[in-house]
């Protein structure tokens, strides 16, 4: 099923999201995905309704679909944020509507006048029912009232009240236009705040999706069969391409070099800042910037199909998802709205019983409406987690799902694959012996050779790469037995065993290797092998262990390897000779006593990763769709694993924070506005300064030490 993606204008709170959502959900499409934090929007594509129905139901809302290009032309077009530009516009009139509160004299008496206070207000006034006022009506039409309900109703309550004021001739105990104006006003401040503040929460995003952009130098042919250069955008390449990448040039997208070496530094991939040496048949990832050297290759993805494009996808879609703390605070402002309307209406109602004087009620009961922040408990999550997915991202570490940030806090052990977790997964001869006199040592390395070259095992490259041979011998068959080893005919009365001791046949008496070697049932030789540990994994394990995180070894390979790998790194538990289904029996065991992480490869374990709390994969970045595990880390980096833990931790600790300073801020602001120690322009400024706290607490994700 197809996915449309959609960038959406207009969205300023949560209650926002929550009525585009609910509405695409009406309207039959699965998988919604809404955005607040990246305004964007995600979902399934239904054949029963079309694109052009779901644009316009989406514009009726009072929302508006912004596609790429018309994007591009109105940022070229426009420089400053609308809310500026709207604040830029009221401002002059609002300052001169509160002038008159710090002068005296002609001139005070001159502002005091309410036909001129009313010319002053208009234009503010018609400006925020424009913005406010039409996205209120269309929410009250769609059942789900946003926070621009309650602006439109106070400003139009202080508006209205001053208006018949001057038309009836009441006095300047009836004015308050200047309110009306200073509420328009203020809120156009805050929603500038909010997004200049949501927009740092997108800045590691921002850059990765910055980086997908560049020009390429496409390399093509004359009629001569000369070569020619042609500079165009990277979003024209198709895989097959031929580009040329000089010193100081970022990658235009995945490929694989056919000439030349150089030195790349990949860090906007894996946050590792070293270069790395590439060389011919050596794979380059898009958005990676060569450092020296000057390379010819060859487009192996398209940039919309890169691994840079794969991730900023990924991070997109996580941003989207909604972890279990946000559903209250969803809950919660769903029904935030209404809860406030008739709190105010109650203040008017029982301030006027009290103090019998309406003008004094009417300003509390509008101070109530302008203060109340259902924004506030609508970004205490998405703010934060937009930051650490975009930081984790800059790490390295890729989360499929933004509910694996929270579920962190609650990991207490993890569980990991040996080869290719802890290993390097290359390995080395460490040993070998000739049991037999009937052929040589040279004889012996020439069969092995012949042999292996037809396996892709690792232990196998592992024998070609360092016994490999100028004359090969040529079998009449070769087979490979899946998990056993390989079986080869030279000729008629001539086979070759080569794998485990059960495979062989080697007696009990012989002590176990990685290896054994027969000829017609005669028993030639054996060789061992061995898998070299991750530099960074006794490190890894010592910080988990520091944690009070519980570390076990799961594995297939036999209990003398695990116990010398579990051992050396320090592990608590070390689990040997097991299959996929006994991990996978193994994990849900661990899982019913307490949250286990598992870290594996992503492919051999991948029903074990699927079962576990968190599914971690060891994974090449190239190879990210392929994996069912909750957290990629891209390019085997073991190393970032204490980087996942500590920011699903902080993401966390962090949305408990904003969380928190939302329920406070509204369960104290409201009471305050209420009973008159708020005025509706304070009120209006303090609430457009909630969102702020809140994004720039989650900012600060960017900078805290984690691990």
Not at 280 to 300: E, R
Not at 549 to 569: A, F, K, P, Q
Not at 617 to 629: E, G, K, P, R
Request: charged fraction near 20%.
């Amino acid at each position: 099923m197809e996915t449309i993606n959609w960038k959406v204008d207009g969205m300023s709170c949560s209650n926002c999201a929550l009525t585009i959502g609910k509405y695409l959900e009406n309207a039959g499409l699965k998988n919604v995905k809404v955005s607040l934090v990246g305004g964007e929007v995600s979902f399934e594509k239904n054949e029963a309704i079309s694109s052009q129905i779901i644009q316009k139901g989406i514009e009726g809302l009072g929302y508006s679909v912004v596609n790429e290009s018309t994007a591009v032309s109105k940022s070229s077009r426009r420089k400053l944020n609308k809310y500026l530009r709207y604040l830029l516009l009221c401002l002059p009139f609002t300052v001169l509507l509160i002038l008159h509160m710090f002068l005296s004299g002609p001139l005070m008496g001159l502002l005091m006048n309410p036909w001129l206070q009313l010319l002053l207000c208009l234009p503010v006034y018609v400006l925020g029912m424009k913005v406010f006022g039409r996205s209120a009506l269309q929410s009250i039409r769609n059942g789900l009232p946003n926070m621009n309900v309650l602006i439109a109703i106070g400003a139009t309550a202080a508006f209205g009240y001053s208006l018949a004021g001057t038309i009836l001739h009441l006095g300047e105990d009836y004015l308050f236009y200047e309110t009306s104006a200073a509420i328009v006003t203020l809120i156009f401040l805050g929603n500038y705040l909010e997004d200049i503040s949501i927009q740092s929460t997108q800045t590691a995003l921002n850059r990765l999706a910055k980086s997908q952009k560049v020009m390429a130098q496409m390399i093509g042919f004359d009629e001569d069969h000369h070569e020619i250069i042609m500079k165009v955008e990277n979003a024209q390449l198709r895989s097959g391409d031929l580009v040329l990448i000089n010193t100081g040039d970022q990658v235009p997208s995945d490929c694989k070099i056919l000439w030349g070496e150089a030195n790349v530094n990949e860090s906007i991939i894996t946050g590792e800042s070293v270069p790395l040496f590439k060389q011919a048949k050596d794979n380059l990832i898009g958005g990676s910037v060569l450092v020296s050297g000057t390379v010819k290759a060859q487009v192996t993805a398209a940039p919309k199909d890169s691994v840079l494009s794969g991730i900023i996808n990924l991070v997109k879609r996580a941003q989207g998802e909604k972890p279990p703390v946000q559903q209250l605070a969803d809950r919660i402002s769903a029904a935030f709205v209404p809860i406030v309307l008739v709190i105010a209406a109650l203040t008017f109602v029982i301030n006027d019983l009290v103090l019998h004087n309406i003008t004094v009620s009417l300003m509390r009961s509008v101070a109530v409406l302008v203060i109340a922040c259902p924004c506030a408990m609508g970004l205490a999550t998405p703010a934060a987690i937009a930051v650490g997915l975009g930081r984790a991202a800059r790490n390295g570490v890729l989360f499929r799902h933004a509910r694996s940030l929270e579920l962190f806090k609650n990991i207490r052990q993890v569980v990991f694959d040996k080869t290719g977790t802890l290993t390097t997964g290359e390995f080395d001869i460490v040993d070998w012996k000739l049991l037999t006199d009937q052929i040589t040592a040279e004889d012996f390395k020439q069969i092995v050779f012949s042999i292996e070259k037809y396996s892709n095992h690792p232990v196998a490259k592992c024998i070609v790469r360092e016994w490999k041979g100028k004359n090969p011998l040529h079998f009449l068959k070769v087979d490979e037995l899946k998990g056993q080893g390989m079986k080869a005919t030279l000729s008629v009365g001539t086979d070759f065993l080569l794998g485990s001791r059960e495979l062989v046949g080697a007696p009990d008496t012989e002590p176990l290797h990685n290896v054994y070697v027969s000829r017609n049932n005669i028993l030639l030789g054996w060789i061992d092998v061995r898998d070299q540990l991750r530099p960074e994994a006794a490190s890894v394990v010592q910080y988990l262990r520091g944690k009070g995180i519980r570390t076990i070894l799961l594995s297939g390979d036999r209990e003398e390897v695990c116990r010398s790998v579990g051992s050396s790194l320090g592990m608590d538990e070390f689990i040997s000779g097991q299959s996929p289904e006994q991990k996978l029996d193994k994990i849900a065991s661990l899982n019913a006593q307490t949250p286990t992480a598992m870290v594996g490869d992503g492919i051999n374990d991948a029903p074990a990763l699927a079962k576990a709390s968190i599914g971690i994969s060891m994974s090449d970045a190239s190879h990210i769709a392929m994996q069912t595990a909750d957290v990629v880390l891209v390019n085997n980096g073991l190393k970032n694993l204490p980087t996942a833990l500590g920011l699903g931790r902080h993401t966390y600790i962090t949305i408990k924070q904003n969380l928190f300073w939302a329920f406070f801020y509204n369960i104290v602001a409201i009471p305050f506005a209420a009973l008159g120690y708020l005025t509706p322009a304070m009120g209006a400024l303090i609430m457009a300064c909630s969102d702020v706290v809140l994004v720039a607490n989650s900012v600060r994700l960017f900078l805290k030490k984690v691990d």
